[in-house]
């Protein structure tokens, strides 16, 4: 109580921090609105203090020094938005012994190493807010937590890696190639500082892993996700998408199937008239089914500095509030969540849902009804079929399943690449959604 101004120290000045100090400046009324006293960011700590900025700031509070976050009394926020296990880690906890709360971005962070966090914020009855970390601008971990408390979560899908659906877009738009599109989407900030965490999916996974914890109450590690990126789609499995009229996204999927939890991310076809299929560009959406609520999709800008910086903005007001009312850390909101462990994670064997099975073979007769046959062994029950290039050799053969167990797929395709007619089993794509 008495609290005249509220202190930050911001860690990072990259594309989410630049956001926030961007937002803090702008915006000033419409936060001191919210709290009623200035949130004066105090200092900035970043690697190299030379380094051009996109934001005008005063050099004084730049810092290469965490120790001097540490050490200033007049800071009781620390902004982690720099990214990386460590030192991200060690000075959020480092953060919580002095007493200080923390907002961060850090999906990666929060996702592996969850519990350890959250247990020792509370143990210093300290907050820990994480909006930011996951789909950028779009508010859904507080609407998870608080709003759709009274609600038993059924199912949370999306897409929720900006870089990927923006890549995927335009080479599904705009014929471009794949190379090409991640630049664009590194220049324009989308992209973590290792790509390869999001065109591996792996940067998707941790979000779902942090999504699905809080939705079923239960800890979800990232290596309990399945995980398949994008970097095996090419523009022909695209072309026959559009043909077979789907669109292909990166999906997230966390589901409770018979008491279990489903945790996967995936590139999937999806139908090109499921309101997901028209979610463009950076854009995220994620649908929620409570079995209160029902259905529930949220849309908006998943990356960049100022959607991302909107969520990290919010999370600094709200801890800012209870600093100033006074409330008990460990009595309010977002970042208490209880995770009891023990639920059991599927192993994606035991998926059931769509498949499309793209395969290289020599074009002669009988082919079809060898293949066909291998799949029939396996109980795999074939929708359509679709074969390119007649004459040529090889030639595209394209399948899409009924719904069938992934296990029964696996075994199917394991007899099916041993046919001598068979070249190459090109990809594997599942499909969610009816047709
Ligand atoms: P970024 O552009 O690479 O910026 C990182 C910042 O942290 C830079 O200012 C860098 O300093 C500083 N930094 C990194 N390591 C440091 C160290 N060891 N000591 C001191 N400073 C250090 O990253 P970003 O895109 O803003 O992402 C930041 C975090 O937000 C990540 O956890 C990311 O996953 C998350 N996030 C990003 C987005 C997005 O759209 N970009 C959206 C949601 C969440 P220098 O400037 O001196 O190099
Ligand atoms: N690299 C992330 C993305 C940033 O592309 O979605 C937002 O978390």
Same mark, same amino acid.
């Given at each position: 109580?008495?609290?005249?101004?509220?202190?930050?120290?911001?860690?990072?000045? $990259?594309? !989410?921090?630049?956001? @926030?100090?961007?937002?803090?400046?702008?915006?000033?009324?419409?936060?001191?609105?919210?709290? $009623?006293?200035?949130?004066?960011?105090?200092?900035?700590?970043?690697?190299?203090? +030379?380094?051009?900025?996109?934001?005008?700031?005063?050099?004084?509070?730049?810092?290469?020094?965490?120790?001097?976050?540490?050490?200033?009394?007049? &800071?009781?926020?620390?902004?982690?938005?720099? $990214?990386?296990?460590?030192?991200?880690?060690?000075?959020?906890?480092?953060?919580?012994?002095?007493?200080?709360?923390?907002?961060?971005?850090?999906?990666?962070?929060?996702?592996? =190493?969850?519990?350890?966090?959250?247990? +020792?914020?509370?143990?210093?009855?300290?907050?820990?807010?994480?909006?930011?970390? @996951?789909?950028?601008?779009?508010?859904?971990?507080?609407?998870?937590?608080?709003?759709?408390?009274?609600?038993?979560?059924? %199912?949370?899908?999306?897409?929720?890696?900006?870089?990927?659906?923006?890549?995927?877009?335009?080479?599904?738009?705009?014929?471009?190639?794949? %190379?090409? #599109?991640?630049? %664009?989407?590194?220049?324009?900030?989308?992209?973590?500082?290792?790509?390869?965490?999001?065109?591996?999916? =792996?940067?998707?996974?941790?979000?779902?892993?942090?999504?699905?914890?809080?939705?079923?109450?239960?800890?979800?590690?990232?290596?309990?996700?399945?995980?398949?990126?994008?970097?095996?789609?090419?523009?022909?499995?695209?072309?026959?998408?559009?043909?077979?009229?789907?669109? &292909?996204?990166?999906?997230?999927?966390?589901?409770?199937?018979?008491?279990?939890? %489903?945790?996967? #991310?995936?590139?999937?076809?999806?139908?090109?008239?499921?309101?997901?299929?028209?979610?463009?560009?950076?854009?995220?959406?994620?649908?929620?089914?409570?079995?209160?609520?029902?259905?529930?999709?949220?849309?908006?800008?998943?990356?960049? /500095?100022?959607?991302?910086?909107?969520? @990290?903005?919010?999370?600094? &007001?709200?801890?800012?509030? +209870?600093?100033?009312?006074?409330?008990?850390?460990?009595?309010?909101?977002?970042?208490?969540?209880?995770?009891?462990?023990?639920?059991?994670? +599927? /192993?994606?064997?035991?998926?059931?849902? =769509?498949?499309?099975?793209?395969?290289? !073979?020599?074009?002669?007769?009988?082919?079809?009804?060898?293949?066909?046959?291998?799949?029939?062994?396996?109980?795999?029950?074939?929708?359509?079929?679709?074969?390119?290039?007649?004459?040529?050799?090889?030639?595209?053969? !394209?399948?899409?399943?009924?719904?069938?167990?992934?296990?029964?797929?696996?075994?199917?395709?394991? @007899?099916?690449?041993?046919?001598?007619?068979?070249?190459?089993?090109?990809?594997?794509?599942?499909?969610?959604?009816?047709?």
């Amino acid at each position: 109580m008495g609290e005249r101004e509220i202190g930050i120290g911001l860690l990072g000045c $990259g594309t !989410v921090g630049t956001g @926030v100090l961007e937002i803090l400046g702008r915006n000033v009324e419409a936060v001191t609105g919210h709290t $009623g006293v200035p949130i004066r960011v105090r200092k900035v700590l970043v690697r190299d203090k +030379s380094k051009p900025r996109r934001v005008a700031l005063n050099q004084d509070i730049l810092t290469t020094s965490f120790q001097d976050i540490l050490d200033d009394d007049s &800071i009781q926020i620390v902004v982690e938005v720099m $990214g990386g296990l460590e030192p991200a880690g060690e000075y959020i906890l480092g953060a919580f012994r002095r007493g200080k709360h923390v907002v961060t971005a850090n999906k990666e962070l929060l996702a592996k =190493r969850g519990p350890e966090i959250f247990e +020792s914020s509370r143990k210093h009855g300290v907050m820990l807010r994480f909006e930011g970390s @996951v789909a950028g601008g779009i508010p859904i971990i507080k609407p998870l937590e608080e709003c759709l408390a009274a609600n038993r979560i059924q %199912e949370v899908m999306g897409i929720i890696n900006g870089t990927t659906n923006y890549i995927l877009t335009k080479m599904t738009s705009e014929g471009r190639q794949f %190379e090409d #599109v991640l630049r %664009e989407a590194q220049e324009k900030g989308f992209a973590e500082a290792n790509p390869s965490d999001d065109i591996e999916g =792996r940067d998707a996974a941790y979000k779902l892993a942090i999504l699905a914890s809080i939705a079923f109450g239960t800890e979800v590690s990232p290596d309990k996700v399945y995980t398949e990126g994008i970097t095996k789609i090419t523009p022909l499995d695209i072309e026959y998408a559009r043909e077979l009229g789907f669109v &292909i996204k990166l999906l997230a999927i966390g589901k409770e199937v018979d008491g279990a939890i %489903e945790a996967r #991310v995936h590139p999937t076809f999806v139908p090109a008239r499921h309101p997901l299929a028209s979610v463009n560009d950076a854009f995220n959406a994620i649908f929620v089914r409570g079995n209160a609520v029902g259905d529930l999709m949220f849309y908006g800008r998943g990356a960049g /500095d100022l959607p991302t910086g909107s969520a @990290v903005v919010a999370d600094i &007001i709200d801890v800012a509030n +209870s600093i100033l009312s006074g409330v008990p850390a460990g009595a309010i909101g977002p970042g208490f969540v209880t995770w009891n462990g023990g639920r059991k994670i +599927s /192993d994606i064997d035991s998926v059931s849902t =769509r498949y499309y099975i793209h395969l290289k !073979v020599i074009d002669r007769p009988g082919v079809l009804a060898s293949i066909a046959r291998a799949f029939g062994d396996h109980e795999v029950s074939l929708e359509s079929v679709i074969q390119k290039g007649r004459g040529q050799n090889p030639v595209g053969l !394209v399948f899409v399943t009924h719904r069938v167990l992934e296990r029964n797929v696996r075994a199917a395709l394991r @007899v099916i690449k041993d046919l001598p007619v068979v070249m190459d089993i090109s990809n594997v794509i599942r499909v969610e959604g009816e047709a």
